[in-house]
DNA sequence: AGTTGCAATGAGATCGATCTCAACAATAAG
DNA sequence: CTTATTGTTGAGATCGATCTCATTGCAACT
């Protein structure tokens, strides 16, 4: 038999046979490393065409130790702005010409870890992760890795030295206040997402990952640097699910002195306000305003379009493949952290109370 | 040397000799094949632990012939249904304990045939594929396959004999139809999207995706059920930029005897005519009437909430890999076709004129 | 004691491609 | 005519795990 057992993908040795020449022969050929006669080359391109041979990168990249395939792990899930990571990371890799094994894990820490476990036995070239929290993530350290590079995305764990992308969220938070503050508010309320969390609650709860943790403190410093005293009514936390933070809108809206403004920590919790609002009748840029995090496709086309600070997700996803890239080129350098600048992208859902 | 090079991972040998035992030994103490003395297979497993042994699946799959891995090729981007598929197939393939290499392609033709060659390459167990069109896909063909199962989502090929999962956009549209019927609307306008188009017209072009065909098949049929003459005007295709379709939209709403209805054929379309409303100061819901399809998480915030036909995309996602997995265990079962309902979903987006 | 049966294990082939090294032929140089 | 050089090729090892098959040791039975 020419060809292996029916149905089998044609291999190197049955080009090699066919052409009439060595596998050794036929793998220079095809790969174009190392000389081979140019008539040689020429029956073996064409034996490969006829067979319509397909070559087996798992036997390649056994002998060669590397898979030009990266790991992406999405915790959080259900958000534009991790779709769009996902279909940038996929992309921007792609151009590399690395593949991309994708998992998300919806914030079950224990799919986290397996997810990761499986793609270290897949073999993948590196990781680029995006946690559901900053606790216990342990799983991800050099040991565990068993030295396989890794590259957090919008999230940053420097107490670990790992390599993380960033948005500059502190500044994002604070442009959006300074923004506020510029039309005339001072009762500036924050809506603040978090993982495991059920109900709602006033008390700042620890273990926030980055990202958030970067808005909540973008937002205490600018109200202080303002000079404006925060009534702590004015900042609720609350977890993702609809009923959570449609709670936490409305006991802010409920309060005795109550925000004539809100910042809501993510695009989530920007159409849990727009929920509310729209409940209660209030109309948004005019008996509310808002600022939102995240410009979705959507934002723009509310009435009235809704003011955001945009994250650069798709220049984030980049760089975080080039920042795995360059850790699996350079196995021996140091990992950096990148961050990029947020966009206020102002439209006319905050209110002008100056000219009031 | 225990161990060899520094920095690589512990192979089978190394627990073997760690452990004493030979190759074949530890390999049935860690995969629980074949028969072990207890004893034996605790020191192997002690032994695993310590050095931290990672399979590497790679070698197991190059043995067994198959990878546990699905490929995903998404053409279309930049919808948020599409974003969901993405997420849906993997979540369904990860619960079937099978991870997923994702492309996407944005609509290149050229670049889903590599993808394709890069996912057989790869040794994929199967492909999944959303193509960007229904013509030239003989690519996707049993021949260029090499015999690897394939299952279409959202598209149907049936010419080919290829499997596929869909919704029955026909009944969704003329669900749309009807419904607008009901609350007193006749005159009822289309707007379609479709690739590669740079301008917009009021000719039907060829070769439509059979998602979009059906879509526009199920109104002609549903106007033609209801007797209602179609004015030409009311029906218009544009390409998916935004300018195309906003210019469309606008076409339509310039015509002599312009619709009171509009239906929107993907979410692109019905924030093409969200944007093109809120230019000209119409109020959707009581201007002009709006349903659209595919219902993204702002569909119910908009002011009047808007409404769709949804997809039950998670479930074609899931049972797209269902099916691919069915024609992977069984090479020689028939490819089948599945048809999934489509749900109206009614909200405020149509104006009743009965009442009026 | 001799034979059979069974449990436990190891030696070696195998999957498909790559890479090292040696072999060989043809040609050029001495 | 011999030796060195260059160009071209093939044999065989290798990557890491699995699977077949043969071997060993020990207990049980006649």
Redesign the interface.
Known sequence: MTQSAK?A?PTITDVANHAGVSRATTSRALSNYGVVNAATRARVLESAAEL?Y??????R??RAGS?H?LGLIIAE?GL?VF??A??SV??SA?LEDY??????T?EDLR?ERTSV??M????VDGLIVVPSSVDELEFLSK?DL??KPVTLLDRSLDSLGIASVTADNLQGTRDAVEHMQALGHTKIGLIVVTANLSGETGERPAGLITTIHDRVEGYYRAMADAGIDIDPAWVRYCGDADESATQAVNTILDAENPPTALIASNANMS?AV??VA?KRGLVIGDDLSLVGFDD???AA???PALTVVDLPIEQMAKAAVDNLLAQIRNPDAEPTSVVLPTRLLIRDSVRDLSTA
Chains 1, 2 share one sequence.
């Open positions: 149905g993908l319509g397909v070559p087996n990168v798992l036997a990249s056994m898979t395939t899930v534009s779709d769009l996902m279909r996929i992309e792609r593949q991309v094994l994708v998992t998300n919806n799919a476990r499986v270290l036995e897949k073999q040991a068993k030295g159409l727009l929920r729209k979705a496709p959507w086309v509310l009435t």
